[in-house]
Structures are given as C-alpha cells and as structure tokens.
C-alpha cells in the first residue's frame, strides 16, 4: 500500500520524519489505527518495535521499521506481568537508558505508542534533548498504573488522546495540555453494508447481535453473553455471534463454548472477513467501560450497523437513540435491557444505523485525522 500524502502544517518547521514507537507484536485495532495515520502523515514515517505482525504490516504498507532487540527494551513487555511492582522501577530506568542509545532521534518527532514505554521514552527523550510525544489510547489502570502515566505525560511534556475516556485513565495530569483526536477509520469499498441494511436484515429473522474483540476481562463479553442468556429464557429470538479469541488462543475458547453454548463463539478471524460478519449483523454489541475508543463501534457505523454501549470511549461516539443505543447501567440486566429496545423496534436500526454512518464518516475521515494527528505530534 503506498502512503497517501498529507498537507504540512502551514507554520512553523516541518521535520522531515516521523518515528513511531511501540511494544506491541500484534496487530490489534490500535495498531491498524496506527497504520491508517501513518499513510496519511506528510512525511516518510518509521515504526520501531519488536519483530511481529506490526512490523510486517507496517514494511507491507511501504513504511521504514526499526526491529528493537535491546533486552532491556524488550523486558518492558513484561511490566506488570513477568515483572513485579518491586522491579518495575529499576526496569524502566534501564529500558529508558536503553532506549537512549538507539537511533531513534534527532529527525523528527517520537512518538510512545504503548502505555508502559511511555515514561521510559519520555526519559531517553530526556537525556537526548528532544521532546517525545505520547499517544495516550490505554486504561484504565490501577492507581499505580495510572500515577505512572501521569508522571510519563509530565516528562514527555506533549500529548495526544485518543478520547476524553482515556485522558481520564491519566487522571491527575493537567487535560489543557492534551489534544484530543479520534482515531481514523476507514472501510474497503467492497465491503457489504450500508445505510438502511440492518432493518432490512433483522425483518425476517432474528435479532442478530454480534460483539468483536479479544475475550479478556477488558471487553467483558462475560456480560453480554450472561445479558443475550437472560433474553433467550424470555423467548426473545436473539441470535449473539461473537468474533475474538481469549488470550489462551484455542483452549480458553472451547472453555467458552462450553459455557455458553446458545451463542457462536467463531474465535479470531481476518478482518476483511471481521468486517462482512459486522456488515451482515444488526447490532453491534460493546460491553467495555473502560475501552479508550472503540474502533470497531466505529467501522460497525460506517457500515450502516449501529451499536449498544455501555461507557467508555464506544459511549463518546454514540448517541443514545439517535445514532445508536446506551445500556442503562453496565451489567447484565442493563445490556440485556438494551437488547430487548433494540428488538421491540428492529425498524429504528435502520435509522440508527444512517445517522451513525454520516456522522462517524467525519468524525473518523482518515485524512481530516491524520492531519488533525499530525498537527498534534508535530507542533
């Protein structure tokens, strides 16, 4: 894929490159976000990180890589899991003198793309004299987690959210310091859907409901699947299929099955394939509270597909009953009472579902984001 080019801020020095920088080998929606701003940034864009599916994708898009190997750097992966509390600190120092070293500076901005590189990126920045910029787009985290971000947005100095909901995870840092900017989605032009589509599909069958993600704690796909359990012994016709694979890959999804077998549990899929399971679904289903964004919310509007949600960043891009649909609380009686509004009036979803779609096409234009973006990290 070749990048698209972008339109340069019109003050100021323009750099000539653009370092990313994360700790992730997957390629999840915050890295396909990633990847999406990179192609419309206006100059040549770098990622570094360990070797893994972000790396490819990104050298497959025609951007340069950077494969961190350093030890030290690689043991940031592990904080909060392999490392404890009591290593944490010393871990982060030798991973901020680490990242020092590497050549990572002097042509442009640096941006931290994963929660616990931030504050050791944001020291290396230090000791090198230039300035780092975090994408600030995890949470929520525990008070400790949390006081090293804010500690990480003090040193780095400049910083960039993802939305109101993941500024609040930081907590104490002060939120006039930080710019906000969605993430930038886009949908293949071949991909089914569109406005009107999800009435037409739900008049002659079941509810179709279908919730998208890792099955961690995070997304909470414990409570829809409890919530479409409770309307299935109502005698409510409610189908729930769920895309995603637990983070212990194929034996925690035969657990799952096993739970809950009234529901289609499909385990991870390619997202082309991701997107016709939304595109042929007529509702989206996000139980995360504390999710910063909610991308797939998003690529289930532009599809013409509305989605019921319960807070977080997925609640900062609906409207309730206007261009979707809020739970009335989080837990399982609040989501199942969003099911049953959504299948007393399946004809709303029509309508839901077409605001939602003219709406999140601005919201989420990938060029107006990356330029948005680009200000941003670049000022």
Not at 28 to 36: P, Q
Not at 164 to 175: D, I, K, M, N
Not at 274 to 288: M, Y
Request: aromatic share 2%; hydrophobic share 45%; proline share 7%.
């Amino acid at each position: 894929m070749t990048p698209r080019t972008g339109t340069p801020p019109a003050t100021g020095t323009t750099p000539d490159r653009l370092t990313v920088v994360s700790l992730s080998t997957a390629c999840w929606g915050a890295e396909e976000s990633l990847l999406t701003l990179l192609d419309g940034v206006p100059v040549p864009a770098r990622v570094a990180a360990p070797e893994g599916e972000l790396l490819e994708r990104a050298r497959a898009r025609g951007h340069a890589t950077l494969a961190l190997r350093h030890r030290d750097v690689l043991r940031l992966t592990g904080l909060g899991t392999e490392v404890g509390a009591a290593g944490t600190p010393g871990a982060m120092l030798l991973g901020a003198a680490a990242l020092a070293g590497l050549p990572l500076w002097g042509r442009g901005p640096v941006v931290s793309f994963s929660m616990w590189l931030h504050l050791p990126l944001a020291l290396a920045g230090r000791l090198r004299g230039q300035g780092v910029v975090l994408d600030l787009h995890d949470g929520p985290f525990t008070p400790a987690g949390a006081a090293v971000q804010s500690a990480a947005t003090y040193a780095a100095g400049r910083s960039v959210s993802v939305s109101r909901t993941a500024l609040e995870h930081v907590g104490r840092f002060p939120h006039r310091r930080v710019r906000v900017v969605p993430r930038p989605v886009a949908i293949p032009a071949g991909s089914r859907g569109g406005a009107g589509a999800s009435g037409d599909r739900a008049a002659g069958g079941p509810l179709r409901a279908l919730v998208v993600g890792r099955l961690d704690r995070e997304k909470r796909v414990d409570v829809v699947l409890a919530a479409h359990r409770r309307l299935l012994d109502e005698g409510r016709d409610v189908a729930l299929e769920v895309v995603g694979a637990p983070l212990r890959g194929a034996e925690g999804l035969e657990e799952l099955r096993g739970r809950w077998p009234d529901a289609d549990l499909v385990g991870r899929l390619p997202h082309d394939r991701v997107l016709e399971r939304i595109a042929a679904s007529d509702l989206l289903v996000s139980a995360a509270t504390g999710e910063a964004f909610g991308r797939t919310v998003a690529e289930a509007a532009l599809l013409g597909v509305p989605a019921l949600v319960v807070g977080g960043g997925p609640a900062e891009l609906v409207r309730d009953g206007r261009t979707g649909l809020h739970a009335p609380d989080p837990e399982v009686e609040g989501v199942a009472a969003g099911l049953r509004r959504a299948d007393d009036d399946r004809a709303a979803l029509a309508r839901l579902g077409a605001a939602a779609q003219a709406e999140l096409s601005v919201l989420c234009d990938p060029d107006a984001v990356a330029r948005q973006w680009w200000e941003a990290v670049s000022a």
